[in-house]
């Protein structure tokens, strides 16, 4: 198995890639969503494994069912067999339970990991491009505040997503994320009608905006699309798997 972690989070964490685990075809190896077209059994194993790799047994690993949205749910405890069912329909999931892993499940989107040392807290988010311009990571730190954490002290991880070396948008998404996020964030290439975004940059500089210090913010360098190390649903023209990138509240 191949799981990357960040510098700046603490906690048993990990983003990984698409290999390690007995799925096969399209989603071989370590695909964790049955609503791809997988194998059940072969999904509770590759994420039994994952579980294993952050010392916890799949019991404790909380989801969500993820609908490109802003809203933010609390895992309080442990789930039930070898695959939980979702907390709920929500792209933000914390939780303070100790021992408890939330995860986020990706295939180009971005997963962001949260360690919230002072309230003692984790948090996984999913961000596609309407998630960052609603700001759903902005709405997941507001509600660990609420809740006893420090903005200063926050740990934001930015795993492995599509890079703005490929992800191409037109219509007035460059203008809109322009006008959110300032002109960094829209990379303009020669001969290309279509502009690139950069969906960590803007994270980012949300980050910077709300107060966190850039040496708690660790943005991974891995293109999803470019790199075949990872799922991808852009490069596989949505046949493809999903990787659960998982952080274990265990202070």
Same mark, same amino acid.
């Given at each position: 198995?191949?799981?990357?972690?960040?510098?700046?989070?603490?906690?048993?964490?990990?983003?990984?890639?698409?290999?390690?685990?007995?799925?096969?075809?399209?989603?071989?190896?370590?695909?964790?969503?049955?609503?791809?077209?997988?194998?059940?059994a072969?999904?509770?194993?590759?994420?039994?494994?994952?579980?294993?790799?952050?010392?916890?047994g799949?019991?404790?690993?909380?989801?969500?069912?993820?609908?490109?949205?802003?809203?933010?749910?609390?895992?309080?405890?442990?789930?039930?067999?070898a695959?939980?069912?979702?907390?709920?329909? @929500?792209?933000?999931?914390?939780? /303070?339970?100790?021992?408890?892993? +939330?995860?986020? $499940? =990706?295939? #180009?989107? !971005?997963?962001?990991?949260?360690?919230?040392?002072?309230?003692?807290?984790?948090? @996984?988010?999913?961000?596609?491009? /309407?998630?960052?311009?609603?700001? +759903?990571l902005? $709405? =997941?730190? #507001?509600? !660990?505040?609420?809740?006893?954490?420090?903005?200063?002290?926050?740990?934001?991880?930015?795993?492995?997503?599509?890079?703005p070396?490929?992800?191409?948008?037109?219509?007035?998404?460059?203008?809109?994320?322009?006008a959110?996020?300032g002109?960094?964030?829209?990379?303009?290439?020669?001969?290309?009608?279509?502009?690139?975004?950069?969906?960590?940059?803007?994270?980012?500089?949300?980050l910077?905006?709300?107060?966190?210090?850039?040496?708690?913010?660790?943005?991974?360098?891995?293109?999803?699309?470019?790199?075949?190390?990872?799922?991808?649903?852009?490069?596989?023209?949505?046949?493809?798997?999903?990787?659960?990138?998982?952080?274990?509240?265990?202070?």
């Amino acid at each position: 198995m191949e799981l990357f972690r960040s510098k700046v989070i603490r906690v048993p964490h990990g983003f990984p890639s698409r290999h390690g685990g007995v799925s096969t075809g399209p989603f071989a190896s370590l695909n964790t969503s049955t609503s791809v077209g997988d194998d059940a059994a072969c999904v509770a194993e590759n994420v039994k494994r994952l579980a294993a790799a952050l010392g916890a047994g799949p019991e404790w690993v909380a989801t969500m069912h993820q609908v490109h949205g802003v809203t933010v749910l609390e895992a309080t405890g442990a789930g039930e067999g070898a695959l939980p069912p979702p907390v709920g329909e @929500a792209d933000a999931l914390y939780t /303070r339970a100790a021992g408890v892993a +939330v995860g986020v $499940r =990706t295939a #180009d989107c !971005l997963p962001i990991l949260v360690e919230d040392p002072v309230g003692r807290q984790v948090a @996984a988010v999913h961000a596609g491009w /309407r998630g960052v311009i609603g700001d +759903v990571l902005g $709405r =997941t730190l #507001d509600r !660990l505040v609420q809740t006893g954490a420090r903005v200063d002290e926050l740990r934001v991880a930015i795993g492995p997503a599509i890079g703005p070396c490929c992800f191409e948008v037109d219509g007035d998404l460059p203008q809109r994320f322009e006008a959110a996020f300032g002109a960094n964030v829209v990379r303009r290439v020669p001969g290309k009608p279509r502009v690139h975004l950069d969906l960590a940059w803007a994270v980012a500089e949300s980050l910077r905006r709300r107060g966190l210090p850039e040496a708690h913010v660790d943005v991974l360098p891995h293109c999803t699309r470019c790199d075949a190390r990872f799922f991808s649903h852009r490069r596989d023209s949505g046949l493809t798997g999903r990787m659960l990138s998982l952080i274990r509240c265990a202070f």
